[in-house]
């Protein structure tokens, strides 16, 4: 998602001596059996128990401590888990540690890189963060055909070093967003077209199963779980490193359009040919066009206007002549420039603000106009009833170019929904001082919904996990699948590497803890 953008502080804390946990007096808590779930966690329990077990640099800290705010940021703060302890840990191997810690002692656990969560579902833990941002390891092979990345990498710095090289990976749209956390459910991105989704360029995990043991997924090992961790991940393991394979990189060019509504039929009939116009695709160097209907006050105080961004991997001759059909429409504004990767990819926005957000989303094969045409209606309509929520409430679109992506077998992952062409997304920010309109939010979210599947009669509705909101009319067939045999075997290998259900927090295939 692009307009979106993740957050959280630069990387680089200051490691304050006090907490540095091999400062910790040792009590090794393996002496002691807590059979019971303890209700009094804190970060100095779990510094004389866990710290002298865990490397030199690790970080264990409470809300009481000046850098918990930084670390407990999110991108949507109606997604805010109850974080009583963070532990930050130094090395890969910590992680073990940790969750088997958590484990003999009934703590529930959850990890956070960039915060990034849109999933309301997060919101039902309380216990240990296990804080993996700290992790920033990259190493590309000396064949330059991989790159193993720690955990706590994100888009920018492994753009930026990627591009030193003169190389290119999938990774989410928004520089500030994680690598990991997108491609555990899947992960749209730029270069789709040619190479598929983040995860689908992913041939290595290193994970800590719910029970802490470590392992390493690929192909030949635990090829069951590589099913379930692209597309299902965040429900099996948490990942320490991976390793993932990267392109020789190209310039790009970017065209913007900005669009009155009277072209609305106009330009969604037209996205709707585009989709379809090379060998029945997207053409694949298109990456993706990001769209949305929006207020621009530059533009109109009364209507809202459409906002389209075309990305083409190569020159601007070549895209130009692809774009013919959208420069026909006749915008009210357009740009075109020719870019480094880095530079589409947005390279310099290292953080994004978080804010309250409530969003719904949906799939669609193709854009049906008449629905478009009364999502404008309703838009218009809403901000004349609240007008609080105009600065902050939009339609999203976005189509990525499917080739690379759909070129890969359905049945080869748990992604389950390779064959839509279009993500459409609702959003709306609540302004911290207008709590009230959380509810009218919501009821707009849902609407909004409800009219995109209404716009496909005959289809099942589905969404991409990674923008599921958390409502409860989002069912895990949604999410993961209606073909029932993708969520018995999901739910088989859940009984096999989590049968306690410890990862329920994100988008859960069980939401019930077990016994
Ligand atoms: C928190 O993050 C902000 C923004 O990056 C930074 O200015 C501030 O120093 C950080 N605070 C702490 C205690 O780390
Ligand atoms: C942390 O919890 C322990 C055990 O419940 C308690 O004895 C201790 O006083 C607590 N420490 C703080 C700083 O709250
Ligand atoms: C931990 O790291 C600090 C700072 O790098 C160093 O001064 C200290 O000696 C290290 N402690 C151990 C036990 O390695
Ligand atoms: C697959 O994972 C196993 C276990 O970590 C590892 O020994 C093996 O080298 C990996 N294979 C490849 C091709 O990476
Ligand atoms: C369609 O596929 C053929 C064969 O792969 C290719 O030569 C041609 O360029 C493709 N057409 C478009 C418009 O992408
Ligand atoms: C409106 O125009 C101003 C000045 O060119 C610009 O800074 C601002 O970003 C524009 N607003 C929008 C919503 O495009
Ligand atoms: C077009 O985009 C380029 C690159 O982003 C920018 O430098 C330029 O100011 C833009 N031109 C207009 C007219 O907005
Ligand atoms: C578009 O949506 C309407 C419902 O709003 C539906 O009646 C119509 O069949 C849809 N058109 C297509 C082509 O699916
Ligand atoms: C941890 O879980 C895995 C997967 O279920 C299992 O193979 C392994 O034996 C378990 N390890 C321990 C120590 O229980």
Redesign the pocket.
Known sequence: MVFSKSFLVAYGFTLLPGLLSSAATVTPDFFEKHPHTRHQINSSTVATELGSQLSNGTLIFGSDNPMYTNETVRWNNYARPDVQVIVKPAAESDIAKIVKYCDRNSFEFLAYNRGHALTTSVAAFSGIQISIDGLQGMTIAPDKKTVTLQAGTYGSPVIAALWDEGLVTTTGSAPCVGLMGPALGGGHSRYEGLYGMVMDDIIHYNVV?A?G?EIGVNATSHPDLLYALKGAGHNFAIVTSFVKKVYPGENWYLKTYVWTQDKLETVFEELNKFAKSANGTTPPRMGVNYGAMIMNPNISTTEAVLEWGFNYAGPAEEAEKLLAPFNAIGAVAENGSEVSYPEVAGVTSYSCPGANRIISTALTLEYNVTTERAHYNQYLAKLAQYPELASGAYLYYEGYATAGFQAIPSDSTAYPHREENFIVVFFSEVPDDAPHLKEPASVWAKEAVDLWNEGQPGRLPKVYVNYAGGQAYQTNEQMYGYEPWRLEKLRALKA??DPQNRFRFYAPIIKQACA
Request: glycine share 0%; charged share 0%; proline share 0%.
């Open positions: 199963l029970n043991t096999t590497y």
